[in-house]
């Protein structure tokens, strides 16, 4: 057993290079590989092999953390296509978005400062819909459009909103305990 | 993570919380947030007539250190021109609010803000 540890997540797990992915083959290419370089078959090996194999166990986790989530799969993405999702650096959202983000999160607010946790279900369950469709047109913009820098702003928007999710998440836990 | 005695003034004692009205002629309004943490800031300044910002408002959803920032550079701009607010950095605010090299990003987010309400008030007075 050897893995080539300069190729790419999607290579390491025989997968195209897509936003869409057939995640049951994801989740069997990792048991398979993790099953091969498990550093337990190598204990009875020289060094120099043993610490192979934990680079190979390293390399098989992080690839399969980073291309399990969508978001995280389409920040690699866009990387490996050369364009940097501009987490860090990129502040100018279109202000029509973040008025709608100020507007949800006034909204999460005052549902928990009044105890309403029927409405902050509802945000919830508002929130995940409108999620969905954002990953639909991501997944476009990725796989049949090509349009990367388009898809670098939509993963921008979504990291917001996956924000928000666990804002709505935490006050849900705090008005039940 | 351990914030800073200012961080700590300025996030229990935020100073200029609130809203203009947008429409106010003399209103610039800034809207700005940060991908990584999902970080939210609107910041708006009051212009007179001589060009001195009168006063400054600010709403900030996010954490500690971005709060305190966005509290602070309220405070700063107050009396200075548009040009003036324009030649704050986030270094000065980072340094003033002895931020971690983690929540540097926050102070960006600051001057990102005031550069962004003064373009929107310089956007409704040209021409």
């Not at chain 1, 006034?106 to 995940?128: C, D, F, I, K």
């Not at chain 1, 990367?148 to 039940?176: G, N, P, S, W």
């Not at chain 2, 990003?105 to 929107?120: G, R, T, Y």
């Amino acid at each position: 057993m050897s893995i080539d540890l300069q190729q790419d997540f999607y290579g390491l797990f025989g997968l195209h290079r897509r936003f869409r992915i057939d995640e049951a083959a994801l989740e069997f290419a990792y048991h398979d590989l993790q099953g091969r370089v498990h550093p337990d078959r190598y204990a009875h090996l020289p060094d120099s092999e043993k610490r192979l194999s934990m680079q190979w166990a390293t390399q098989v986790n992080e690839g399969f953390r980073t291309l399990r989530k969508p978001l995280s799969r389409a920040t690699y993405l866009l990387e490996l296509m050369g364009i940097d999702a501009g987490l860090h650096t990129n502040t100018a959202m279109s202000p029509a978005f973040l008025m709608e983000q100020m507007e949800w999160r006034e909204a999460v607010e005052e549902a928990r400062a009044a105890g309403e946790s029927e409405e902050l279900a509802q945000l919830h369950t508002r929130l995940r819909q409108h999620s969905r469709e954002v990953f639909d047109e991501l997944a476009r913009q990725c796989d049949d459009e090509h349009d990367y820098a388009a898809a670098a702003e939509t993963v921008r928007r979504l990291m917001f909103m996956e924000k928000l999710q666990h804002e709505i998440d935490d006050a849900l836990e705090a008005l039940e305990s | 993570m351990a914030y800073s005695e200012k961080v700590l003034d300025h996030y229990e004692n935020p100073r200029n919380v609130g809203a203009f009205s947008k429409e106010d002629e003399g209103v610039g309004t800034g809207m700005v947030g940060a991908p990584a943490c999902g970080d939210v800031m609107k910041l708006q300044i009051k212009v007179g007539k001589d060009g001195v910002i009168e006063d400054a408002k600010f709403k900030t959803y996010g954490c500690g250190s971005a709060i305190a920032s966005s509290s602070l550079v309220t405070e700063w701009v107050k009396g200075k021109t548009v040009e003036q607010a324009l030649e704050i950095k986030n270094t000065q605010i980072a340094e003033e609010l002895a931020l971690p090299p983690v929540k540097i990003h926050c102070s960006i987010l600051a001057e990102d803000a005031i550069k962004a309400a003064v373009a929107d008030y310089k956007k409704k007075h040209e021409g």
